[in-house]
């Protein structure tokens, strides 16, 4: 189990032995059965941690339509400060569940609300993003309660940046908790890219991106980088590399 899975955990009244929540413990679907793509939302449940099969070979179609919907470097939505979530239903599981499509089809390892559009404290993400046992989770309302202070570099990119990466300074380990899609409380203890990852988009809700982290020399380069790669057009980002 990804050792991100592994440390997620409930707080909150004790839960069945049985539930697919306990402990951070999933659902797994009939093997060969769910998708990354085209079965899910259908058969992986956006309000728990979630199990995944490995991904399927990227579907071009889904992705140039997920492209469609996400806001590139430029767009205010990206500079917005995300509203919180008050209100949990099936309103906000559908909203939950595009964002996840979106974020599977293009593919990316995470993806903030206002990514989409939505200026709403909501995050998806998925790890390890080509491992064995991958998992998805929702985060609502995230914030992080705690960052260690070591730093590490993490190699990062971004869905609204596409084809730029660049080394961000981050603290190596933070605790972050949330609600899942249900409003049930729900706290993270993520290192490594786990943690890079969760910095990175939970960032994105307050209009804060990845250049913003950068030192002064490194992030003119990268955005001289990002301005001649969105010069070249949608299909000039690459293809398959993982990114929030
Ligand atoms: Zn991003």
């Known amino acids: 189990m990804d050792e991100g899975a592994k440390r997620a955990r409930k707080r909150g009244p004790e839960r069945t032995e049985e539930s697919p929540l306990t402990g951070g413990r999933s659902t797994r679907g009939t093997a060969g059965e769910q998708t990354w793509g085209a079965g899910w939302p259908g058969r992986v449940r956006p309000d728990e941690t979630t199990r995944l099969p490995s991904a399927p070979p990227l579907d071009l179609a889904r992705r140039d339509r997920a492209y469609r919907e996400i806001r590139l470097w430029g767009d205010p939505a990206l ?36 990514q989409i559009g939505r200026l709403r404290r909501i995050v998806v993400y998925r790890l390890p993003e080509d491992g064995p046992e991958p ?25 609204s940046m596409p084809g730029v990466f660049a080394e961000v300074e981050r603290a190596a380990a933070v605790t972050v908790q949330a609600s899942d899609a249900t409003g049930a409380p729900l706290e993270i203890d993520a290192e490594g890219h786990h943690a890079s990852v969760l910095q990175h988009e939970l960032d994105h809700l307050d209009g804060v991106l990845l250049p913003d982290r950068l030192p002064r020399p490194a992030r003119r380069r990268f955005l001289a980088e990002l301005r001649s790669t969105l010069a070249g057009g949608r299909q000039s980002r690459g293809l398959n590399h993982p990114a929030g």
């Open 79 to 114: 500079r917005s400060v995300a509203l919180p979530v008050a209100e949990f239903g099936a309103a906000l599981a559908a909203e939950i569940a595009h964002q996840a499509q979106v974020l599977f089809d293009a593919p990316g390892t995470g993806l903030a609300a206002p």
């Open 135 to 159: 998992f998805f989770r929702a985060l609502v309302n995230p914030r992080i309660v705690a960052a260690s202070p070591e730093r590490e570099l993490f190699e990062e990119g971004c869905l």
